[in-house]
T-cell receptor, first 112, second 112 residues
Framework: EAQVTQNPRYLITVTGKKLTVTCSQNMNHEYMSWYRQDPGLGLRQIYYSMNVEVTDKGDVPEGYKVSRKEKRNFPLILESPSPNQTSLYFC???????????FGDGTRLSIL | GESVGLHLPTLSVQEGDNSIINCAYSNSASDYFIWYKQESGKGPQFIIDIRSNMDKRQGQRVTVLLNKTVKHLSLQIAATQPGDSAVYFCAETGAGSYQLTFGKGTKLSVIP
């Protein structure tokens, strides 16, 4: 089954404790992206990757890092999480940026 | 489920009626537009897309209309069903851009 898998689905943690949210897709997509979703603000793009080893900032990259060492994986790293990063996060993938993206089911992060 | 619909514009329709959800965009260089549906607790799901060389595209029970003159996009759902209840987002991207920009979303509630 074609899918985008995120882990964990839920995480409660404390300020400053590094965390990684993993994202994996099995569709051989070149393009992958991370979004955060906040009430009243919709989905905002954090980072995206056009292909392996090629990443770039989206609209809200501050406080986040990404890596794309393999085509299928695109982890989101919060080196020193802060409460304003409490949000619902989505990973997505597509063949390229001008094709429909497939989304994961989301990761709810709570930073205390 | 995840609460992403706070403070969203809401459209309530009777089951069996047609629904029209509107979206305004600001970037005149955008040339690819997508509608997504997001149900509670899930990631956005692709519904239909349209490119700027078209002004109308039809799918199964859904039609997207694009008016480039006034930078307006609409999603029409025929014979709306309870399963159509969700938050609907439009998204846009431009030629040569790797970024996808989402609208704030509209919550559709279908009254049985």
């Amino acid at each position: 089954e074609a899918q985008v898998t995120q882990n964990p689905r839920y995480l409660i943690t404390v300020t400053g404790k590094k965390l990684t949210v993993t994202c994996s897709q099995n569709m051989n997509h070149e393009y992958m992206s991370w979004y955060r979703q906040d009430p009243g603000l919709g989905l905002r793009q954090i980072y995206y990757s056009m292909n392996v080893e090629v990443t770039d900032k989206g609209d809200v990259p501050e406080g986040y890092k990404v890596s794309r060492k393999e085509k299928r994986n695109f982890p989101l790293i919060l080196e020193s999480p802060s409460p304003n990063q409490t949000s619902l996060y989505f990973c997505a993938s597509s063949f390229d940026s001008n094709q429909p993206q497939h989304f994961g089911d989301g990761t709810r992060l709570s930073i205390l | 489920g995840e609460s992403v619909g706070l403070h969203l514009p809401t459209l309530s329709v009777q089951e069996g009626d047609n629904s029209i959800i509107n979206c305004a965009y600001s970037n005149s260089a955008s040339d690819y537009f997508i509608w997504y549906k997001q149900e509670s607790g899930k990631g956005p799901q692709f519904i239909i897309d349209i490119r700027s060389n078209m002004d109308k595209r039809q799918g199964q029970r859904v039609t997207v209309l694009l008016n480039k003159t006034v930078k307006h996009l609409s999603l029409q759902i025929a014979a709306t069903q309870p399963g159509d209840s969700a938050v609907y987002f439009c998204a846009e991207t431009g030629a040569g851009s790797y970024q996808l920009t989402f609208g704030k979303g509209t919550k559709l509630s279908v009254i049985p």
